[in-house]
């Protein structure tokens, strides 16, 4: 199970931290991931860590976001600087558990110009 938080309303140029707490299973030893997406488009790839701990970005974040992950909290980071009014959009996480894909419920990030 995956709950996502840390959304809300910022000014561009601002920053924000979403978390991603997992429970059922280790964060540690599977790929998590943060897609996004915006109104009437469809979900999107924004940075994936994997359980060596290499990262991956989508280019338009890259440099502007973070993905990281505390495994001692169970929990995965997406740290977002530099926001832009396009980075709008409902942020999921999800993680790769044996071959199955399971999605948090979505945090809403909205940033104003």
């Known amino acids: 199970q995956l709950q996502a938080s840390g959304g809300g309303s910022a000014q561009a140029g601002a920053s924000l931290r979403l978390s991603c707490a997992a429970s059922g299973t280790a964060a540690s030893d599977n790929v998590m991931a943060w897609y996004r997406q915006a109104p009437g488009k469809q979900r999107d790839f924004v940075a994936n860590i994997v359980s060596g701990g290499g990262t991956t970005y989508a280019g338009s974040v890259k440099g502007r976001f973070t993905i990281s992950r505390d495994n001692a909290e169970n929990t995965l980071y997406l740290q977002m600087s530099s926001l832009k009014p396009e980075d709008t959009a409902v942020y999921y996480c999800?993680?790769?558990?044996?071959?199955?894909?399971?999605w948090g419920q979505g945090t809403l990030v909205t940033v104003s110009s």
């Open positions: 999800n993680i790769l558990v044996r071959g199955l894909l399971y």
